[in-house]
């Protein structure tokens, strides 16, 4: 199943990602290691193998919004 994100500047998309996306994760606590998605580490993989992970910025006003539709 193929899901498109949307990349955005200051509320204009810059870049549209398609395919069998995932998250990275991130650390939220330290101490017990809990662990939740990180929606600017962007994952795509074809037949279950990772193809390629994108970093997108933490900057202000730079966005991840998935399309729907």
């Known amino acids: 199943m193929s899901d498109t994100f949307s990349i955005r500047v200051d509320g204009c998309e810059i870049a549209r990602i398609t395919g069998s996306v995932s998250f990275g994760k991130r650390c939220v ?36 919004q998935k399309v729907e539709g």
Request: aromatic share 6%.
């Open 29 to 64: 606590d330290r101490i017990s290691g809990k662990m939740e998605d990180d929606p600017h580490i962007m994952r795509i993989a074809h037949n279950e193998k990772t193809v390629v992970v994108f970093y997108v910025s933490t900057a202000d006003g730079v966005a991840v």
